[in-house]
């Protein structure tokens, strides 16, 4: 394959190369796909695109209601090439427990797939050296799993499974008409099977669901699309080797940097090079091959700079000599490049009560930086899952599908805070890394909380929580417009020091609390020691920085007119985050409650 310009635009779909269709035939399937004509007239739910979020929703729905009809629709023949497929190969912790523990398929990851070495980010911009500056990241791993997954080895493992556990699933088939019904009539979909002979076929369904990722078949029919302010673009390739940063330091130059980790693997970290107004990722893959990606703010960074293989590796050269360096050698192993002019969008409505409904990128879709991705088809899946079985039950579900589409969007602009107009600091050895524990404590203290503790359909619980959700859901938004502006005052220290998250014992704590078993009181004394935690924090985060920037005007005022505004005082005794299923005796102390009590959160981080 010629990889000199090969400017794919994906949205054709087009562009899979020879090397990656020679490991797609290594890859036989167990249980064979559904032959087209066994595919039943009529289903209870017919799933558009057996991509990830189609082929998890199906596992989930059969997971509830075993005798439940369920068809999924995939264009792609299977099995698909591994390595060099789709993007979207890292996960985080809900990705992670959504895969694992709610799908049942831990023995895979754990067995075909690379357990993740956390994240990790190295302020290397225009440094040969990624020893000599800065690294955010744990120097072992934290309690609970996740996984960088080769996406044609899950595809393809997800697609047999599904067939396994009763699912019709049927490859070579493209969805070409839908017909939606409103009343109680079914919807009806005409798909193409494999093989220009093969004649259109119709398919009813009580429930119709699009999970054809950017065709957005549904979205386009109904006009839910949705553009958001957030203009970043992202280009990746793989390559078919291991790009191991560990072997970027020679060990005899710098051995205490390799003792820094155990185990000393930071390869299997997804590991950020950043710098001002970009992150490149390092994922790698279960094949043996390696995604690499360059996301960036065309403000700072612009697309044409990176568009394709060759101009991508001239920009590397300037910003991550390294890894240019690292790449030079295997150009020959290039498997195929890709980029997305801008790959965030948004959608106006994601369920409806008339029985449809969108998962993964045939909905929304943020921003890469944490992988979210994996994360939000969980939750989306999760919703559809509950409003089938209520359906099925005979339960109206209006008010359910117009408070889980209202609670969906909520989390998605929540989230999509961490990102908007935050590429301008990822370049900010000083800001990032607190930036980056605010993100992580938000996450792992409100919306990982309610995944793991399957409270996500709970809607009392919700409703009771109303008031916290919303406190943390305001100081982030203040918080992450503070970041922005102490980046402009922020001097950009960049020592060589690893910002070391294991070693901050009420962080590894928040992330093993995900594990606890809770109960209903539990559960939202766990919320409410969360917004506390998140108060304090907060605090620590502008008395910290403005100290240290005394007389530069640093404009706290937003933080603190939140904070003002709460009710929930930061306490040091009452918080469950380590004591799961009865309040924390009178005096009892956790790592969370100790720093908070020291305003110590950000010891270590902080410079
Ligand atoms: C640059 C970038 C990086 C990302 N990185 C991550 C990451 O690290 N971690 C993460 O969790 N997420 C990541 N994501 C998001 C990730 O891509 C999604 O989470 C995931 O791939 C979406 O899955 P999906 O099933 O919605 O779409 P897809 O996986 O694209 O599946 C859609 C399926 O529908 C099929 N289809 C399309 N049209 C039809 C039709 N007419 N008939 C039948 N079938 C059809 C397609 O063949 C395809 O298989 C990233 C996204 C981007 C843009």
Same mark, same amino acid.
């Given at each position: 394959?010629?990889?000199?310009?090969?400017?794919?635009?994906?949205?054709?779909?087009?562009?899979?190369?020879?090397?990656?269709?020679?490991?797609?035939?290594?890859?036989?399937?167990?249980?064979?796909?559904?032959?087209?004509?066994?595919?039943?007239?009529?289903?209870?739910?017919?799933?558009?695109?057996?991509?990830?979020?189609?082929?998890?929703?199906?596992?989930?729905?059969?997971?509830?209601?075993?005798?439940?009809?369920?068809g999924v629709l995939e264009r792609h023949a299977h099995p698909v090439p591994v390595a060099a497929h789709k993007v979207g190969e890292s996960s985080v912790e809900i990705g992670g427990h959504y895969f694992a523990d709610v799908l049942g398929l831990k023995d895979h990851?754990?067995?075909?797939?690379?357990?993740?070495?956390?994240?990790?980010?190295?302020f290397s911009d225009g440094h040969d050296r990624i020893d000599q500056v800065t690294e955010i990241g744990a120097s072992r791993h934290l309690a609970v799993p996740s996984w960088q997954l080769d996406r044609g080895i899950f595809e393809n493992f997800l697609a047999e499974e599904a067939v396994r556990r009763g699912v019709h699933f049927v490859d070579g088939a493209a969805v070409q008409r839908v017909g939606l019904q409103d009343s109680d009539t079914p919807h009806r979909i005409t798909w193409a099977p494999r093989?220009?002979?093969?004649?259109?076929r119709d398919t009813t369904a009580r429930w119709l669901v699009d999970a054809c990722g950017r065709a957005g078949l549904l979205k386009r029919q109904l006009g839910l699309a949705q553009d958001n302010a957030h203009a970043c673009h992202a280009v990746w390739f793989r390559i078919e080797a291991r790009i191991a940063v560990d072997d970027w330091v020679d060990p005899q130059d710098n051995p205490g940097w390799h003792q820094r980790c155990d185990p000393p693997a930071r390869w299997?970290?997804?590991?950020?090079?950043?710098?001002?107004?970009?992150w490149v990722w390092l994922i790698p893959l279960a094949s043996g091959s390696h995604s690499v990606g360059i996301v960036a703010d065309p403000r700072l960074q612009p697309l044409s700079e990176m568009d394709t293989f060759e101009r991508a590796m001239t920009w590397l050269q300037q910003h991550q000599p390294r890894l240019h360096r690292a790449l030079e050698g295997h150009r020959h192993l290039l498997q195929d490049f890709r980029f997305f002019k801008r790959f965030s969008h948004g959608c106006t409505q994601v369920f409806s009560e008339h029985r449809w409904a969108l998962t993964g990128e045939a909905g929304l879709f943020l921003d890469p930086f944490y992988s979210p991705g994996s994360d939000f088809i969980a939750i989306a899946n999760t919703y559809i899952t509950d409003l089938v079985a209520?359906?099925? @039950?005979?339960?109206?579900?209006?008010?359910? *599908?117009?408070?889980?589409?209202?609670?969906?969007? =909520?989390? %998605?602009?929540?989230?999509?805070?961490?990102y908007q107009d935050q590429y301008a600091l990822f370049g900010d050895p000083e800001v990032l890394p607190v930036k980056v524990i605010w993100d992580y404590t938000y996450y792992w203290g409100?919306?990982?909380?309610?995944?793991?503790?399957?409270?996500?359909?709970?809607?009392?619980?919700?409703?009771?929580?109303?008031?916290?959700? @919303?406190?943390?859901?305001?100081?982030?938004? *203040?918080?992450?417009?503070?970041?922005?502006?102490? =980046?402009? %005052?922020?001097?950009?220290?960049?020592?060589?020091?690893?910002?070391?998250?294991?070693?901050m014992p009420w962080f590894a704590e928040l992330n093993r609390s995900l594990l606890d078993t809770l109960d209903d009181a539990a559960f939202r004394a766990r919320i409410r020691a969360s917004t506390a935690l998140l108060r304090a924090l907060a605090q620590e985060i502008v008395d910290r920085s403005t100290h240290a920037h005394a007389g530069a005007g640093l404009q706290a005022d937003g933080v603190r007119d939140v904070l003002a505004g709460g009710t929930t005082a930061p306490s040091t005794t009452s918080t469950t985050l380590s004591t799961p299923a009865a309040p924390a005796a009178p005096g009892h102390r956790t790592p969370i409650t100790e720093a908070m009590a020291r305003a110590a959160l950000l010891d270590g981080v902080f410079p």
């Open positions: 394959m010629s990889h000199s310009d090969t400017d794919i635009d994906t949205d054709t779909g087009t562009g899979i190369d020879t090397a990656t269709r020679r490991h797609a035939d290594q890859v036989a399937p167990r249980h064979a796909p559904t032959p087209a004509r066994a595919m039943p007239d009529h289903v209870d739910v017919l799933i558009m695109g057996g991509g990830l979020a189609g082929l998890t929703l199906a596992l989930q729905l059969k997971g509830r209601m075993p005798d439940l009809v369920v990851l754990q067995q075909k797939q690379l357990r993740k070495f956390g994240f990790r980010f190295f093989g220009t002979a093969g004649a259109p299997l970290s997804t590991n950020h090079l950043v710098g001002p107004g970009y209520q359906d099925r @039950a005979g339960r109206r579900i209006a008010q359910r *599908a117009r408070v889980y589409d209202e609670l969906l969007h =909520s989390f %998605h602009d929540t989230t999509m805070a961490l409100v919306l990982a909380q309610l995944v793991f503790h399957r409270r996500l359909t709970d809607l009392a619980a919700l409703g009771d929580l109303k008031g916290e959700l @919303a406190q943390c859901q305001a100081l982030n938004v *203040a918080v992450q417009a503070y970041f922005r502006d102490w =980046s402009v %005052h922020s001097a950009r220290a960049n020592p060589p020091r690893l910002r070391d998250q294991a070693a």
